[in-house]
């Protein structure tokens, strides 16, 4: 018989990183610290929150297409609590979603055309450019400074063409932690201003922001917050990353552009998973004592780290730390030394170069510390032996 031929829209992609890093860490017995999701629980009372709402009749059906009701007015409340300004409308502004990667997706399948550029910061998640090429977008980049991870705006500027659609952020960033400022939102804006450009800003890890620093969103600048999709996620903020529920805030014309695709591609999150959010989300202080909880751990994995021969980098936000190994692999390849530490040392980490559509090499690995303190120092008691 015959073989079916068939043309891959992304010949060039494998399976992700992530995925790889895993199996290999299991495959191994490995410790893992290369995906980034808790080896801990979500809260006892959002879990408790879950069996309710399973156990409730009428709870097992499709949810309405943009979000449960009460679920959006809450995240309208959260949403001008924590940013101030005024409350987005649920009924036109908010979008409950399968995971910020779904909202991702749609917002670019939604407003991104054959042709049309988007412009993107690396190192960047490996979601971010198969997601434009999907669209018959082109992909942009624009490296991040180092070793701060800065943008340099006249290169974001000099990126621009006629065909610039969107621009996408990640802040705080992941693989590096940096965080945009008041300013960087300002010099965008300025960047943006006269042009049809929109933003979509990935702000899941907003609640894990250390040393006192305060995250800003594109939410709170007003020239920027009626261009831009913001996303959020539950599974970040309630250590629920396998419940894939997040959430895209856009002024009214974006919402709706959204939703025509997200109509289509999951029309609606599971049913009793938002009614349990919705009944924790008014809790606030389960994400307003998030920056305290991953500061603990990026403190003590830090601390640990320090009697190996890592060099750490600076890790502001999020929950990764990255960290150079030159002291102990000089000419080695990052994706190598990642593999050695996994199969060789029991400790699984993620090479950054898989952050770059080059796959351009700084020696740098991604650690991640949204462990249990014990998962930490039994893996940097193997990495203290190298």
């Known amino acids: 018989m015959d073989q ?21 860490a299991a495959e191994h017995g490995a410790i893992n610290l290369a995906q980034g999701f808790p080896d801990y629980n979500p809260p006892q009372v959002l879990l408790d929150a879950l069996a309710r709402h399973a156990r409730a009749d009428g709870h097992h059906q499709y949810a ?67 997601a434009i090429r999907l669209q018959g977008g082109i992909p942009v980049y624009v490296p991040l400074q180092l070793t701060d991870f800065r943008p340099d705006w006249d290169q974001v500027k000099a990126a621009f063409s006629p065909r610039t659609r969107l621009v996408m952020l990640n802040t705080p960033h992941n693989p590096t932690g940096a965080m945009l400022t008041e300013d960087d939102w300002q010099q965008l804006a300025d960047l943006l201003e006269g042009t049809n450009i929109l933003v979509l800003s990935d702000e899941v890890y907003e609640h894990m ?24 996620s539950f599974g970040k903020t309630y250590h629920a990353t396998g419940w894939k529920v997040g959430y895209c805030v856009a002024p009214p014309a974006l919402t709706a552009e959204l939703r025509r695709v997200h109509q289509f591609l999951t029309f609606s999150v ?92 700084h020696g740098l690995i991604r650690f991640c510390f949204a462990k249990q303190d014990d998962t930490l120092r039994a893996a940097v008691a193997r990495l203290r032996e190298l």
């Open 209 to 232: 922001v250390f040393d006192g620093v305060r995250h800003r969103s594109a939410r709170q600048h007003p020239a920027l917050a009626r261009r831009s999709f913001v996303l959020s």
């Open 4 to 24: 079916l031929q068939v043309t891959s829209k992304l010949p060039d992609v494998g399976t992700s990183i992530f995925s790889v890093m895993t199996q290999l």
């Open 64 to 130: 309405p297409m943009p979000g449960l009701p009460r679920l959006r007015e809450l995240i309208s409340q959260k949403t001008a609590a924590v940013y101030g300004g005024a409350p987005p409308d649920p009924a036109t502004e908010i979008t409950v979603t399968s995971g910020a990667t779904e909202a991702l997706y749609a917002v670019l399948a939604a407003v991104v055309h054959p042709g049309d550029e988007v412009v993107m910061l690396e190192p960047a998640y490996d979601l971010y450019g198969p």
């Open 270 to 361: 599971s049913t009793p998973t938002q009614h349990a959010l919705a009944d924790v989300l008014a809790e606030a202080d389960l994400y307003h004592g998030l920056p305290a909880f991953y500061q603990h751990k990026r403190d003590l994995f830090r601390e640990l780290m320090q009697e190996t021969r890592f060099e750490l980098l600076p890790a502001p936000g999020a929950y990764f730390q990255l960290a150079r190994y030159q002291k102990l692999a000089p000419s080695q390849d990052d994706v190598s030394f990642a593999r050695y530490l996994t199969t060789e040392v029991g400790v699984a980490v993620v090479p950054v170069s898989a952050f770059y559509h080059d796959g351009r090499d």
